[in-house]
């Protein structure tokens, strides 16, 4: 059986070899019935620090039989040096790969019956399959559910920036940095997608999408210094009303009208609030 691979591939010698081995792997193993690549391979404009973006489509019922394999598997493409489940990022059924050639490979093994919720409608390239409902079921639309996410953010972030401004209080300034590291990258980048209607990638591609914000969101970046912390907080809050306000509006999601009033006043006060006993 022939596959098909990327245009412009042929300029990327190392990617083209492991992307040829990757397809090689999955044609011998009689549970994988087609296989995909994603990433800017398809959608984007591919360097020789692009990785490869794989899904590998196995027979429904095949998973428990293929998986536990997943590092064998790997390890046909080519020298491995490296090699774990995307569990950190929410994608227990992703294998990261490294190659001693630094190639970095991303295997995301699926049944077909969950390709396209797997998938969560990136645009893809079938490199071949064995039958045609493949492509079908990875041309699945994403849908996101703006309601469930603005509903968990709004529950979250003014506990967050609370706890962030004790830190600070405190002292504990790699807590503080931390902190709102993690409320840029899962409150404002998830805001910006929402806004464009995209799906939410962290700060993948954020570039496209800060748009007016730009400025305001390099000043969320925090340094140990007190002041600066709290003025970081402060701007962060800011930006998530300004994002956040017209989608809750839009959507029907009622604010959390006390905590924003309670939050907001300690962070007017900064380095001045003080806890009564």
Known sequence: ?????????????????????????????????????????????????????????????????????????????????????????????????????????????????????????????????????????????YVADPVAELTYMEARIWTWAWYIQCKTLRGELWEAVSALNLVRDVVLFRLLALSHEQRYRGARFAEQLVGEHAASIERTYGTFDKEFLIDAMRTTVRVYRELADPLLSRYGVEPASKARATVSLALEEGLSLSIQP
Not at 49 to 76: K, Q, T
């Open 1 to 141: 059986m022939d596959f098909r691979l990327p245009s412009g591939i042929d300029h990327l010698p190392r990617h083209k070899e492991r992307l040829v081995a990757a397809c090689r792997m999955g044609l011998t193993e009689h549970d994988v019935v087609g296989m995909a690549i994603a990433g800017s391979f398809v959608g984007g404009a591919p360097d020789s620090y692009s990785d490869l973006d794989l899904r590998v489509v196995l027979a429904n019922g095949s998973f428990g039989r293929v998986f536990p394999r997943r590092e064998e598997l790997a390890r046909a493409c080519g020298p491995l040096i490296a090699a774990f489940t995307g569990d950190h990022v929410g994608e227990p059924h992703l294998l990261i790969t490294l190659y001693e050639d630094l190639m970095h490979v991303d295997f995301l093994f699926t049944e077909l019956a969950e390709a396209g919720d797997k998938n969560e409608g990136r645009q893809v390239l079938v490199l071949w399959q064995r039958r045609n409902d493949v492509t079908e079921a990875l041309s699945k639309s």
